[in-house]
């Protein structure tokens, strides 16, 4: 443990079974949003669960009763404000998606409440996600006035349809936990209480699973991810891109005053 993940200070590590990691999300004050170190941390975490010999399978969860509540409104701020903050996210964006996309270990992720921004990303990203009852998964990327990049373009349509991803990306609704099950959209929906031994109990059978095989099929489906890179690569630069507008600035001041936005319908696009 020392040796692998010493030096991480908003993820936390426990063993819940024999060679299965489980990494959760610790910023409870702020709901566990990412700021600007668990954002670094959820990209470089699957790089080295790839290479640490003693993890078979890896959970990802959040502290408490919540998943992750997004992202740190002060670095969305920054980023509006500064290229190299925004040239820095934007690499860690892209990262963190391909990262886990090749992390050869599968990884499953117990989600329960809210669920946003890059905590997201690994929820719907995992090999295996479980949501709670409870959970309230939102893209909440056009409420912020910016495109839906993040995991968004190169999951949503292969796991639920484009028709259904259209409606979530595009409004921004909420899918709960039992709906998300229902379209697709996670592979399990459990009761409140059950979702953290339901998610050490898969985990546990692809630890104990034969290591080639698990890995190899895992290797084998996400190449229908990596064909999807150019659609993801497009979708993470329009979104950054975004960050430049007047459109982000009015989401994110509307956010932060905790009002309705009110977009200028005369975009010049």
């Not at 409420?143 to 979530?168: E, N, Q, S």
Request: charged share 25%.
């Amino acid at each position: 443990m020392v040796k692998w993940y010493e030096s991480y200070e908003e993820l936390v590590f426990d063993w819940p079974a024999e060679r299965v990691l489980r990494v959760t999300m610790n910023n409870p004050e702020r709901m566990n949003a990412a700021n600007v170190r668990m954002h670094y941390e959820l990209t470089r975490v699957w790089r080295d669960i790839d290479a640490d010999p003693d993890v078979s399978a890896a959970i990802i969860r959040g502290a408490g009763d919540v998943f992750s509540a997004g992202g740190d409104l002060e670095m969305v701020r920054e980023m509006t404000q500064d290229f190299e903050t925004l040239s820095r996210v934007w690499k860690e964006a892209r990262d963190l998606v391909y990262n886990l996309i090749n992390c050869s270990k599968p990884v499953v992720s117990a989600i329960e409440g809210p669920a946003v921004g890059a905590g997201l990303v690994a929820g719907l990203l995992a090999d295996i996600s479980i949501a709670s009852r409870s959970a309230r998964i939102i893209d909440g990327h056009t409420r912020l006035g910016v495109a839906a990049g993040d995991h968004a373009a190169i999951v949503w349509p292969l796991l639920c349809g484009m028709a259904k991803a259209k409606y979530y990306l595009l409004l921004c609704e909420p899918v709960s936990g039992e709906e998300a099950e229902r379209i697709g959209l996670v592979s399990l929906c459990t009761e409140p209480e059950e979702l953290h031994q339901k998610s050490v109990e898969v985990a546990t059978k692809l630890a104990r699973g034969a290591p080639s095989a698990v890995r190899w099929t895992k290797y084998a489906l996400n190449n229908w991810l990596r064909q999807a890179g150019p659609t993801f690569d497009t979708s993470l630069a329009l979104e950054f891109l975004g960050f430049n507008g007047r459109d982000a600035q009015e989401g994110l001041s509307s956010l932060t005053e905790k009002r309705r936005p009110e977009f200028n319908p005369e975009s010049p696009l």
